[in-house]
């Protein structure tokens, strides 16, 4: 259950990439450019000359983009085991508060109406935010502080994994930043 990479090449002594992230980044393929559409002879009816404007279908196949393969949708997605445990984490972590801000509302109603405490509107409505605002940071820390290495499961808590997943999202933001 440690965190400390085992040395080898495939647990990602490299930091700057990502446990599931590519090896080798796609290069952006060149948007292909539309063809001008030709008008062609068209016969002549006996209504009024029209300027004929290019057909819908014409104007999707032009406009439509490549795919990528399956390959390299593949390469792209997250694993499915690093996915398991951050669902796992979200659900216990998001869970938990947003039950708890439901039952709020419930409990609330059962003090006053059966009880006959007078509670204000605003502290059931601040409980309840405040458990639903748990509930949202909750959503986060659960993906944040899952281990992303598929060999490596992470700890309990996953304070050592957050603050790894969490420098590396900063960095890939300025990094994003600075090439704009």
Excluded: H
């Amino acid at each position: 259950m440690s965190t400390e990479p085992s040395g080898d090449a495939k647990s990602g002594s490299n930091d700057s990439r990502l446990p599931f992230e590519p090896r080798q980044k796609r290069k952006k393929s060149a948007k292909p450019q539309p063809e001008p559409a030709t008008s062609q002879p068209t016969p002549k009816k006996n209504t009024p000359s029209k300027t004929t404007a290019p057909t819908a279908s014409s104007k999707t196949t032009a406009s439509k983009k490549e795919k990528p393969s399956a390959a390299s949708k593949e390469s792209m997605a997250i694993p499915e085991v690093v996915s398991k445990r951050m669902v796992r984490r979200m659900a216990l972590l998001c869970g938990t508060p947003t039950v708890l801000g439901i039952l709020t509302f419930f409990v609330s109603y059962f003090l006053v109406t059966k009880l006959g405490l007078k509670l204000p509107n605003v502290a059931v409505v601040l409980v309840s935010m405040g458990c639903f605002g748990l509930g949202v940071l909750g959503l986060t820390y659960g993906v944040l502080s899952a281990s992303w290495d598929e060999e490596v499961p992470g700890t309990k808590l996953g304070w050592r994994e957050f603050t790894l997943n969490l420098g590396r999202l900063t960095s890939a933001w300025r990094s994003a930043g600075q090439k704009d």
